[in-house]
C-alpha cells in the first residue's frame, strides 16, 4: 500500500474565499453600513493576507472573523459615524403578482425587517455574539476566539442578547410599551 503524497499547503483564496460572506454580515452588523463593512473587509483581507504566515492552519473561518472584528472596532473607536438605518422602498420591492403571495411576501419582509431592526438597537457585545452564533453558526468556542472573550462570557451575552432581541422584537412589533 502506498502512502498518499502530502497534501499541498492550500492558498490564501482557497483558505479565505469561502468565508467572505461571513466575514462581510459580521462588518455590516458591527458597523451598520455597507459601505464600511465592505471597506473594512477589503482592508481585513489584506491584513489576512500579509499575515497568512501566522495562520495556524485548519479552518480560516474563525481567523478571518477576528480579522474583521479587530478592524471594525479599530475604525469604530477611530469616531466613524452612526449610520442611519436604510428606509425601504416599498416601489422597488413591492409585488404586482398574485396578492397571496404578495401578502406573503409581505409578511416575510416584515418580520425580516423587524428583526433587523431589533438586532440594530442591540448594544454591539449582544450584538456581535448573535450575528456569529445565529447568523453566521459559529461554535461557542470559535466566538470566544474571535471576540478575545472566556467561553463563559460568550454563553452570558448570548443568553442575554437573545432577550434583549426579543424584548425589542416585541416592542417594535408594538406588543409591549417601551418603559
Known amino acids: 500500500m ?8 492550500q492558498t490564501f483564496e482557497e483558505l479565505m474565499l469561502p468565508h467572505m460572506d461571513a466575514a462581510y454580515n459580521l462588518a455590516r452588523w458591527l458597523l451598520r453600513d455597507p459601505h464600511d463593512a465592505e471597506d473594512a473587509l477589503q482592508d ?3 491584513r489576512a493576507y500579509r499575515s497568512i504566515e501566522r495562520f495556524r492552519g485548519g479552518d480560516g ?8 472584528r479587530n478592524v471594525c472596532y479599530s475604525r469604530m473607536r477611530r469616531g466613524r459615524r452612526e449610520p442611519a438605518a436604510d428606509a425601504f422602498d416599498e416601489d422597488a420591492h413591492g409585488s404586482a403578482h ?3 403571495e404578495a401578502n406573503a411576501v409581505e409578511w416575510r419582509e416584515t418580520k425580516g425587517e423587524l428583526l433587523r431592526q431589533a438586532l440594530e438597537q442591540l448594544p454591539l457585545e449582544y450584538r456581535e455574539v448573535i450575528v456569529l452564533h445565529e447568523i ?4 461557542y468556542r470559535d466566538i470566544a476566539e474571535a471576540a478575545e472573550i472566556p467561553i463563559g462570557t460568550v454563553m ?4 442575554r442578547g437573545r432577550r434583549r432581541l426579543q424584548t425589542e422584537i416585541l416592542n417594535l412589533a408594538g406588543r409591549v410599551p417601551r418603559p
Open 156 to 159: 452570558s451575552r448570548l443568553a
Open 136 to 139: 453566521e453558526g459559529l461554535p
Open 2 to 9: 502506498e502512502a498518499s503524497a502530502p497534501k499541498a499547503p
Open 98 to 100: 398574485d396578492p397571496g
Open 61 to 68: 473561518r474563525a481567523w478571518l472573523l477576528t480579522i474583521v
Open 44 to 46: 481585513a483581507c489584506l
